[in-house]
């Protein structure tokens, strides 16, 4: 059965860091897809990074490009979203994803991925 905790939210000033962890079970990490989304109140479950399958350039969101490093341990079964130079927009509930099968050639969807977590707020003050 396929489990994924996150962990690492909080309240931080902007300008800050966060580092956001989901550790999974029931299959290895390496074999899934696994991605990071937000959802924001009264907003729609947004795509923030993918580590897609078989390597190749991990999938970022334009608002979170050069800010926001997705990471993957294999060896801990654990994704990682180190989260710098947060801004007040950034304010959401982040969730875990994974799925054996994500397209790269086109930008992420919720409907693309089959397990989640539950998800962990972060909340960035002005």
């Known amino acids: 059965q396929v489990q994924l905790v996150e962990s690492g939210g909080g309240s931080v000033q902007a300008g800050g860091s966060l580092r956001l962890s989901c550790a999974a079970s029931g299959y290895t990490t390496r074999s899934y897809a696994m991605g990071w989304f937000r959802q924001a109140p009264g907003k729609e479950r947004e795509g923030v990074a993918v580590i897609y399958t078989g390597g190749g350039s991990p999938y970022y969101a334009d608002s979170v490009k050069g800010r926001f490093t997705i990471s993957q341990d294999n060896a801990k079964n654990t994704l990682y979203l180190q989260m710098n130079s947060l801004k007040p927009e950034d304010t959401a509930m982040y969730y875990c994803?994974?799925?054996?099968?994500?397209?790269?050639?086109?930008?992420?969807?919720?409907?693309?991925?089959?397990?989640w977590g539950q998800g962990t707020q972060v909340t960035v003050s002005s």
């Open positions: 994803a994974a799925d054996p099968f994500v397209p790269s050639w086109s930008t992420p969807t919720r409907a693309d991925f089959g397990y």
